[in-house]
């Protein structure tokens, strides 16, 4: 079965650099989601989308931004990005706003120096 | 705000016993409760779905319980084997319709052969 495919796996930045993160939702699902997960953290809720519509704000910067395109597929806009936004940053896919349950991708992990 | 602990912390167990494993969240006007599985440094998979509605949902050697009155879920392995060693997270709705999921901080589980 297809998954949610994230791009790119792995990310190295400098600080104050942007960085844009890409997610690919499962066929047929119309809510996209953000999460970040720090070092030996629980993923918190960033951002998520339904239909194009942003659906949800949790705790997203105002130094990121996010948004969903016609074809579902999501970005994640990150600028001056700062030494603890090194993470794991994940997307997930759901149907109907999450009444499915939420898909995660394989993550993209990010280090920022 | 949701909140969701999970107890215990972290277990470590000889192979072939059954574990139990707790999940208590704040927010009771959840639709749906999600357990997960991560190993270390990588993403989440998605173990069990239960919908507001069920009591129990069952996969293979896993079975999840939920009692929205009490505000308590838990994960139930049966006759557990080495390869379940990973970190188990549940996974909430926010309150008041939020799309994004609130996790616990994991339980991390050690099966020692």
């Known amino acids: 079965a297809a998954g949610v495919i994230q791009s790119p796996r792995h990310l190295i930045k400098e600080k104050r650099e942007t960085a844009t993160l890409k997610c690919y939702p499962i066929?047929?699902?119309?809510?996209v989601y953000w999460y970040q997960q720090g070092p030996g953290q629980d993923p918190q809720f960033l951002i998520s989308f339904y239909e194009k519509m942003q659906s949800d704000k949790g705790s997203i910067p105002d130094r990121f931004s996010a948004q969903q395109f016609s074809d579902y597929h999501s970005e994640l806009n990150m600028s001056s990005l700062e030494l603890g936004d090194s993470a794991l940053y994940f997307c997930a896919s759901s149907l109907r706003r999450g009444q499915g349950g939420q898909y995660f991708g394989p993550g993209t992990r990010l280090l920022v120096l | 705000k949701q909140e969701v602990t999970q107890i215990p912390a972290a277990l470590s167990v000889p192979e072939g016993e059954n574990l139990v494993l707790n999940c208590s969240f704040t927010d009771s006007a959840i639709y749906n409760l999600q357990w997960f599985r991560q190993d270390p440094g990588k993403g989440l998979t998605s173990l069990l779905l239960i919908q507001s509605s069920q009591r129990e949902q069952t996969s293979g050697r896993l079975n999840a319980s939920l009692d929205k009155s009490s505000g308590r879920s838990t994960l139930y392995i049966a006759a557990s084997q080495p390869g379940d060693s990973a970190t188990y997270l549940c996974?909430?709705?926010?309150?008041?319709?939020?799309?994004?999921?609130?996790f616990g901080k994991g339980t991390h589980l050690i099966i020692q052969p």
């Open positions: 996974a909430a709705p926010g309150g008041g319709g939020a799309d994004g999921l609130t």
């Open positions: 066929p047929r699902h119309d809510t």
